[in-house]
Structures are given as structure tokens and as C-alpha cells.
């Protein structure tokens, strides 16, 4: 038990009753039970300005600089502006880290890190933020070095904060799931592992931020909140188990296969035949995931897989939500070289948001701004119908380069055929 | 003894999963078949090997002590095959190859308090933001409201009884870090910014604020000779953009910051495209410490949507089916003209032809 008064806490309180496990209850478990009075004090003085926040309705933490030796960001720290009145937790910085791929843990190694954290921090930590980061939550400035060294040296490493290449994110993917159509995990370790330098050290104009979800289900939601979103898809047929679409249409029956299949396809691509089989056309599908999440054991996605970027998504600051739109419609990514030529771009990608994006400006502002023409020019990407739902409808363009950019389409074409 | 010369950090960037995957999950990797629900907050994948890997879906307070997750990681290696990951939204999962393990984790984890549940159509964790317990700029506690609202929701984690899946978001500001959810229960600023004029030249870099203000309504001035910065309050839109930059722009209020309600956020591709979350309903009162009102508009919708909406539907698909007219009819929420929108591109959002529901 800690040695000095424990703030009261009633409103916190309210939020010890109830079925869903309480966020209060632990912390007050810190304060209470915790063999290390270090932890008690910080707690307790943790506990006492959020209960003041509950009475006040406002934060009580301010921002600052806090760093580890060689890095700019990665560390979010806190001071609080009550200090006075709660000096236990007058310091109550973050540490960021950056998550395995696809978010996996043993047991074992979950312990080691919250042993150290409780060695140097306040013993409370999140699973993770919506960046993606593993987030220790709570101790001074003089920790935060000697709890970088000690988990460093065991292979893990601060995350982004600030104007820079943040923390990436991949879906659980390859690992557990039949709807992964590349190696997401791998993926997301080449693209971030690539640009660390720029993820520590925070000199871009505002945040880059990478997710790579494996379908088209986007379990990341990386089309709305990251800058750069990879996601596996296929380019030839689906693949379907008309034996198991039989036994699937006999358990359910044909009116229900027909109102949440066959009705809900937005392309009209999939057909019931009266002998309970399916047809697929499969140059009308738009590759939605709908039938397929429906129908897991008779439909998959086909075996020509590859990955679609699309580039700018984000919320709302400053010009409002924008989602990420399609620079790269496919794209393979099966070998290393594959591979290679996709870091490759992403960083040519960097770059170009490097050099052209306003102060804070993320990188789906600057394309609003520049034009999405100006966007693949610069970076040298083939234009696709599949970039746009729909062509130019305000004849206000001047268009006297029409006959060059003809030209370019055909020999695009001709290049492509002779491949 | 002289100092430690300071140790230049290994920039090892995202550590290799495998290392920590359950060697079944390694073995099939990119092979797996299918997968089924053997019961709510159970999945069981089937590989093309014929090999079978069950996860057990927990839901969890989110910000973990460290006795909470000593007692998680016991159960891992105890009962289980000791394989943990986490969902992108915080719902903590065990794997295990073995059938027969699973139920007596399922003892033990709701022995601990946790909670079993979260798969297929339900409604799962909600993803949220930090709120007063670390964020610098929170007009709100997305933890406090999060753990109000699911103690009110928790059969409906526990039970796979809705249309669809259900994701919810909470956010402590306008930033929106909780991001798009089917139900995004958000900060909404009602009043502009109060400066602290004295401390605007010291604390804010002024070019910069006045750069971010979306419309422009920020401007240098000399306040009781203060260098400092003013804002013209009839076109400030109070969105606290100005804040983070420049903390003496106080934009949070105890009464004047309120929580909205957005709907119909839909991160997926399947069926019709992604789809971002829409206003339905504000002025909600910021009340700690259950938050009741918000709870109360949220369980309101749901209960018309689980009615209302057909297998598969998520809330988007739903409201695209009814239209909004039938969402605002069938919930009984008001329509007023914040609903329309004047941002940029707003025009699109408009009905510009006779397809009218009555």
C-alpha cells in the first residue's frame, strides 16, 4: 500500500460496477496491491487527476520533448498542468513500440516485456493503439532510456510519432485466414523496416502511414486511415467448390442463398443455377469479398494474386475525410525482386511527398491540391480506368496535347502485348 | 567511474511475427481452407493439411495492468498452447490446436473477467482513443464511455444475434483518432476556442496556427500588448484544430463540448464500397462519469437496426435499403439542417433526383 493519501475517486468509481471488464478496477489493483511503491504512488497520483478530469470534464496533460539517444520521436510524453495538487504522476510519458507483424505474441514474451515496463514504468500497457503501436503507458523521463536499452536489445523498437513514417499495420492474414491473397505480413515488414530512418527521426511534412490488409475486406481499414494502403487481391478467376456450393445451397436453401449471395453481389456477377451450382462472371466481379465471406468453404479467391495500392486516405484535418484512392490497380509481388520494385516505389512515394506536400498536409491533400495527373506523372505510374469511377465531366480543361497522349495509350498497349 | 557512453539504438523496426505464431499457424501459413464459428467468440480454421487451429475471442479492458496480463498470459500457458495476438480492434485472441482445450479456457478466462465473444455478428470491442487518462488535447474519456456503454452491450458481445457486425469508435476529439465505425461516438465543439493571450507568442508558433485553421479564421493581433492571435469567431466551425499547435487556444469546455453520433462507417469492400460514418445525432452531453444519454441514442439505434436490417446487412447496407428518411423515421431521431452538409464537395451529398420515400 502506498505510504501517502489516496485520493478519492467517486466517479471513478462508477466505473468499477458493471460486466465489462473495468479499466478502473486494474489501475486501483496497481495502486492497492502492487508490491513496488514506486508503482503505488504513481498510480494513486494517475487515479487522483483523472478522477479531478471526471469532475472538471478536462485533460489535465501537456506535451513536451523526450526522446531516447538517436531517435526524434517515438516517446509521446506527458506532463501534467495539476502537478501541484497530484505530483506522484507529474511525469507520465508514453513509450510507443512497434508491433510484431500481424500482431502475434507468446505468452512468454508478452511477461518479459511487462516485467521490464514494471521495472521501469507505472505496469499499465495497451494492445494496441489505433496507429498500431504497443503503448507503455506511464513513467518519468529517466526511465525511458534504460527501458529502450533493455527491450531494444531483445529485438523491439520505439514506433513513430510526429511528422514522420509511422508504426505500419498488417491484418492477421497469411497466418490464420483462407481470404489472404499475399504475404501480408512480410509485406508490411519490408515496406517499414525499409524507412526507419524516416519513422525515428520525424522530418516530413506530416504523417505516412502504411496498412496491408490481404483482401479486399481491408480488416486494417486501410483505404480510410492509412496514407498507404496494400491490399492483396486476385486478377484471374475465383475459385469455386461447386460440391461444397451444393451442400451450402442444400443446408440453406436456394431463397436464402439467393437474398444474401447471389442479390447482394453489387456487379451482378454470380449466378444460382437451378442445380443448385454457381456461376461466376468473373470479368464483371469487382472482387468485393461479399460471396466468398458468405460462402468460406465453397468460394476462394482465385490464384493469380497480387496487391492494389491505393494512396491518401485519411480523417478529416484539414480539408476534410478523404478516402485512398487507386495509383497501382495490380501489381505482383510474389518474388523478391517483386518486392524490391514496390519498396522501391514506396519510397519514391516518400519522396515525393517529401518535396511537394505543404507543412501538415497529408499526402491525399497534396493530391486534391496538385491534381491526381501531376501525382502518377511524378512518380511515373501508368494511367488505369480502374483509377477513377468515372471520367473528366466539366469540359473546362484545355486539351491540345490530346494526340501525344493517344499515342502514349497505344504504345502502352503495344509494350504490354509484346511483353 | 565515468558515464556509460549512450548506446545507439538497433533499428530493427517491426519484429518477424513467426517467431511468436503458433507453430500450427506457421506450419499452414497461406493454406488455409476455410473457417466456421463453433460458437459465438470461437473460430476454428481448417487448413488444406487437414490441420485445425481454434481461436478464442476475448474482450478486455484495452489499457492493461500488469496483474490483468500476467493473468491473460497465464491462462496462454496453463490451459492453452501459450499463443496470444491481438485484433486491430484490442480484442485479445488465444489460438490452440486442440479442441479439448477450449473449453476449459473459456472457464478461465471468464473466471478472470474477461469477456468471450466479439466474432461474426456481433458487436465487438470497440476501438477508442485514450481520452483524459494520457491524451494532451481529449475533450473527452473514450475509456469511461467505452466501458459505460458495453456494460449496457455485453450480451449482444457475447451473442452472434445482430444483422452484421457491429464495429464502434469513440474519439476524445475532432481528430478522430477512434476512426470509422458503424456507430462512432465522437467529440463535438460547440463554442470557439478561449485564448489565453498572454502565453500565445511563448507557447504557439503563430504562422503555423494560423495556417491550420480549415477556414481561415485565425489572424495575428496585439491583445492588451500581448503579441498573440485572434479568432473570428462567426466563421470559426469550433472544430479544435487550432489547439493541439497552440495549447493557450483552450477549445475545450466543461458544458460547451459535446458528444455526436455518426453512423454507417464501413472499412470494407465487400458488398458496396467503403463507406465513411454520417451525422445523426449531437448536442449529446459529455457526462461523466456513464455517460448515460450517449448510451441511450446508441442502444436506440441498434435495437431499430437489429430489427430492422436483413442478414449481411451492416448498418451502411441497411441505410442504403431504407434511405435515410426511413433511418430518421424509423429511429425517431430529429433532422435538422446540421444534418445537410456545406464542406467542400457537399453538393454531391445532395438528392438531385425524384427518388423520394414516403
Known amino acids: 500500500m502506498p505510504k501517502v493519501k489516496i485520493y478519492d475517486t467517486p466517479m471513478l468509481d462508477e466505473l468499477e460496477n458493471g460486466e465489462w471488464p473495468s479499466f478502473i478496477s486494474g489501475i486501483k489493483r496497481l495502486r492497492d496491491d502492487h508490491p513496488n511503491e514506486r508503482i503505488n504512488n504513481m498510480v494513486n497520483g494517475l487515479l487522483g487527476q483523472l478522477e479531478h478530469s471526471y469532475e472538471t470534464r478536462m485533460g489535465w496533460w501537456k506535451g513536451g520533448t523526450v526522446s531516447v539517444f538517436g531517435y526524434g520521436g517515438g516517446i509521446i510524453p506527458r506532463f501534467s498542468e495539476v502537478a501541484e495538487h497530484f505530483p506522484e504522476s507529474k511525469e507520465f510519458h508514453t513509450v510507443r513500440v512497434q508491433p510484431p507483424a500481424g500482431n502475434f505474441y507468446t505468452a512468454d514474451i508478452l511477461n518479459k516485456l511487462a516485467d521490464d515496463w514494471e521495472q521501469h514504468g507505472s505496469g499499465l500497457q495497451t494492445f494496441h493503439g489505433q496507429t498500431g503501436n504497443i503503448m507503455f503507458i506511464g513513467s518519468t523521463t529517466d526511465e525511458m532510456q534504460p527501458f529502450f536499452d533493455k527491450i531494444n536489445a531483445y529485438g523491439w523498437d520505439l514506433g513513430g510519432a510526429g511528422p514522420c513514417v509511422r508504426t505500419a499495420m498488417a491484418c492477421v492474414g497469411a497466418a490464420r485466414c483462407e481470404h489472404s491473397c499475399t504475404n501480408e505480413h512480410g509485406l508490411m515488414r519490408h515496406l517499414v523496416n525499409e524507412f526507419q530512418d524516416d519513422l525515428h527521426r520525424p522530418a516530413l511534412p506530416y504523417k505516412w502511414k502504411i496498412k496491408v490488409s490481404g483482401c479486399p475486406n481491408d480488416c486494417t481499414n486501410a483505404i480510410e486511415r492509412a496514407d498507404m494502403a496494400v491490399i492483396g487481391i486476385w486478377r484471374d478467376d475465383m475459385k469455386v467448390d461447386q460440391e461444397e456450393v451444393k451442400k451450402f445451397v442444400e443446408a440453406k436453401g436456394r431463397d436464402y442463398v439467393i437474398d444474401n449471395v447471389t442479390d447482394r453481389c453489387p456487379s451482378n456477377a454470380i449466378k444460382l443455377n437451378d442445380d443448385n451450382t454457381v456461376d461466376i462472371n468473373n470479368q464483371e466481379c469487382v472482387r468485393c469479398m461479399h460471396c466468398i465471406n458468405v460462402m468460406t468453404k465453397a468460394l476462394a479467391p482465385g490464384d493469380d494474386t497480387g496487391v492494389t495500392i491505393l494512396i491518401g486516405g485519411k480523417r478529416t484535418l484539414k480539408i476534410g475525410d478523404m478516402m485512398g484512392t487507386v495509383v497501382v490497380p495490380f501489381m505482383k509481388v510474389d518474388t523478391m525482386d517483386q518486392i524490391e520494385a514496390l519498396v522501391e516505389l514506396t519510397g519514391e512515394m516518400i519522396d515525393f511527398f517529401a518535396e511537394n506536400a505543404l507543412e501538415h498536409e497529408r499526402t491525399g491533400e497534396m493530391i486534391e491540391r496538385i491534381g491526381l495527373v501531376n501525382y502518377l506523372e511524378g512518380l511515373g505510374l501508368d494511367l488505369d480506368p480502374n483509377m477513377v469511377s468515372e471520367p473528366r465531366q466539366c469540359s473546362y480543361v484545355r486539351m491540345d496535347g490530346w494526340d501525344e497522349e493517344v499515342k502514349k495509350w497505344y504504345d502502352k498497349k503495344a509494350e504490354a502485348a509484346s511483353a | 567511474m565515468a558515464a556509460d557512453k549512450p548506446k545507439m539504438p538497433i533499428e530493427s523496426g517491426a519484429p518477424d511475427g513467426f517467431q511468436y505464431m503458433h507453430p500450427t499457424m506457421r506450419r499452414n501459413f497461406g493454406q488455409w481452407k476455410y473457417h466456421e464459428r463453433p460458437r459465438p467468440g470461437v473460430l476454428k480454421h481448417v487448413a488444406h493439411s487437414g490441420d485445425e487451429i481454434y481461436t478464442i475471442r476475448v474482450g478486455t479492458s484495452r489499457i492493461l495492468d500488469v496483474f490483468t496480463l500476467r493473468e491473460i498470459t497465464r491462462i496462454a500457458n496453463e490451459l ?108 463535438q465543439h460547440t463554442k470557439p476556442p478561449k485564448i489565453a493571450h498572454e502565453l500565445v507568442a511563448n507557447a504557439c508558433e503563430r504562422p503555423t496556427v494560423v495556417a491550420r485553421c480549415p477556414v481561415a479564421a485565425i489572424r495575428p493581433a496585439m491583445v492588451d500588448g500581448h503579441p498573440t492571435l485572434e479568432v473570428d469567431e462567426k466563421k470559426c466551425i469550433c472544430c479544435g484544430a487550432c489547439y493541439p499547435p497552440c495549447p493557450p487556444m483552450l477549445i475545450n469546455d466543461a458544458v460547451y463540448t459535446t458528444l455526436a453520433i455518426w453512423v454507417g462507417g464501413n472499412h470494407s469492400n465487400a458488398r458496396g464500397k467503403p463507406t465513411f460514418q ?55 431521431l430529429p433532422f435538422t439542417k446540421f444534418h445537410i452538409d456545406d464542406w467542400r464537395g457537399a453538393r454531391n451529398s445532395l438528392n438531385a433526383s425524384t427518388h423520394i420515400r414516403f
Not at chain 2, 430492422?308 to 426511413?326: C, L, P, Q
Open chain 2, 80 to 187: 492453452g498452447d501459450g499463443f496470444i495476438r491481438f485484433t486491430i480492434r484490442s480484442n485479445l485472441e488465444y489460438m490452440v490446436d486442440d479442441e479439448a482445450k477450449v473449453a476449459p479456457m473459456i472457464e478461465a478466462i471468464e473466471k478472470a473477467g474477461l469477456i468471450v465473444g466479439g466474432t461474426g455478428p456481433t458487436i465487438t470491442s470497440p476501438s477508442h482513443t485514450q481520452g483524459w487518462l494520457h491524451c494532451d488535447i481529449p475533450g473527452s474519456d473514450a475509456s469511461g464511455v467505452v466501458k459505460s456503454m458495453m456494460d449496457e452491450l455485453v450480451e449482444e458481445f457475447k451473442r452472434e444475434e445482430m444483422p452484421n457486425r457491429v464495429h464502434i469508435t469513440t474519439s476524445c476529439c475532432q481528430i478522430n483518432c477512434g476512426g470509422q465505425g458503424d456507430i462512432a461516438i465522437n467529440i
Open chain 2, 278 to 332: 454520417k451525422l445523426v445525432a449531437a448536442g449529446i452531453p459529455n457526462n461523466p462519469p456513464r455517460w448515460p444519454e450517449a448510451t441511450a441514442l446508441v442502444k436506440r439505434i441498434l435495437k431499430v437496426y437489429k430489427e430492422d436490417a436483413k442478414d449481411w446487412e451492416r448498418m451502411n447496407d441497411w441505410i442504403e435499403r431504407i434511405g435515410w428518411f426511413g433511418f430518421f423515421e424509423k429511429t425517431g
